[in-house]
């Protein structure tokens, strides 16, 4: 049986004896069907892993015994950060889940013209919140101890003229079915000294003439994924396992 991860919002140290607070107790006890003696491994983010073992368990309070420190697995070696166009219904949190596991370290949700989906106030916080929740669950599944940010959801356009990172990024690419040239063609012939990949996808039904131009004026470069035209949750999945394959970490 697979010991489980968990993450911790704590600092952590070996030998500590840490109460959790009553969210992390029950997911332990009540989800994961933890006992006391029960082995698990736990991170938060800030590097590494640390073996740990439950000393008490209820449903409301549990404390664990913090054990020896690993780094575990090592961050990709390509920074990718994803702005992605704002999609109707769990497509968000399917893309977010996924694009997490293939080694995506930041995400930016977009407000685009053919973008549905309308986010402010409280309900911008508390859908942030919720992917950002999504981030860390698919962090413990997929064995990553580095946790990606989730940004608030901001205009294209304000994106596109952000003078901080990402504008300043090595690569920035906007996947665009009428492109010329492949993703894979473009990383490789400018992408072999590159540290950070800024990648557009567009919403369901893609970014308009205009928008694909005004990044493009700001330095972006347009690639395809193929001749297939893919969905909305389905081209930056795809584009992110191809810059992985011929930049990153997987085989």
């Given at each position: 049986?697979?010991?489980?991860?968990?993450?911790?919002d704590?600092?952590?140290?070996?030998?500590?004896?840490?109460?959790?607070?009553k969210?992390?107790?029950?997911?332990?006890?009540?989800?994961?069907?933890?006992?006391?003696?029960?082995?698990?491994?736990?991170?938060?983010?800030?590097?590494?892993?640390?073996?740990?073992?439950?000393?008490?368990?209820?449903?409301?309070?549990?404390?664990?015994?913090?054990?020896?420190?690993?780094?575990?697995?090592?961050?990709?070696?390509?920074?990718?950060?994803?702005?992605?166009?704002?999609?109707?219904?769990?497509?968000?949190?399917?893309?977010?889940?996924?694009?997490?596991?293939?080694?995506?370290?930041?995400?930016?949700?977009?407000?685009?013209?053919?973008?549905?989906?309308?986010?402010?106030?409280?309900?911008?916080?508390?859908?942030?919140?919720?992917?950002?929740?999504?981030?860390?669950?698919?962090?413990?599944?997929?064995?990553?101890?580095?946790?990606?940010?989730?940004?608030?959801?901001?205009?294209?356009?304000?994106?596109?003229?952000?003078?901080?990172?990402?504008?300043?990024?090595?690569?920035?690419?906007?996947?665009?079915?009428?492109?010329?040239?492949?993703?894979?063609?473009?990383?490789?012939?400018?992408?072999?000294?590159?540290?950070?990949i800024?990648?557009?996808?567009?919403?369901?039904?893609?970014?308009?003439?205009?928008?694909?131009?005004?990044?493009q004026?700001?330095?972006?470069?347009?690639?395809?994924?193929?001749?297939?035209?893919?969905?909305?949750?389905?081209?930056?999945?795809?584009?992110?396992?191809?810059?992985?394959?011929l930049?990153?970490?997987?085989?």
């Open positions: 049986m697979r010991v489980p991860r968990v993450y911790l704590q600092a952590l140290q070996s030998g500590a004896e840490l109460a959790l607070d969210a992390a107790a029950h997911y332990l006890v009540s989800v994961l069907r933890l006992r006391a003696d029960d082995a698990l491994i736990v991170f938060n983010g800030s590097g590494g892993e640390y073996t740990a073992t439950l000393q008490s368990a209820t449903n409301k309070q549990a404390t664990i015994i913090v054990g020896s420190h690993s780094p575990g697995v090592a961050p990709s070696p390509v920074r990718i950060v994803l702005a992605i166009g704002l999609s109707r219904g769990e497509r968000m949190d399917w893309v977010i889940q996924k694009a997490v596991e293939l080694g995506v370290n930041e995400i930016i949700p977009l407000f685009t013209e053919r973008c549905e989906v309308k986010l402010k106030g409280e309900r911008a916080l508390k859908k942030r919140g919720h992917w950002q929740q999504i981030a860390i669950s698919a962090c413990e599944q997929s064995q990553r101890n580095d946790v990606p940010t989730i940004k608030p959801a901001q205009p294209l356009m304000e994106f596109l003229t952000a003078s901080a990172p990402p504008a300043n990024s090595d690569l920035k690419l906007i996947l665009d079915p009428r492109a010329e040239q492949s993703l894979s063609s473009t990383l490789l012939d400018k992408g072999s000294s590159t540290k950070t800024v990648l557009l996808s567009g919403p369901e039904g893609g970014f308009s003439d205009g928008e694909v131009e005004q990044a004026q700001k330095g972006v470069i347009s690639v395809g994924l193929g001749p297939r035209v893919l969905r909305t949750e389905t081209a930056p999945l795809a584009a992110l396992s191809i810059v992985q394959a930049l990153g970490d997987m085989a």
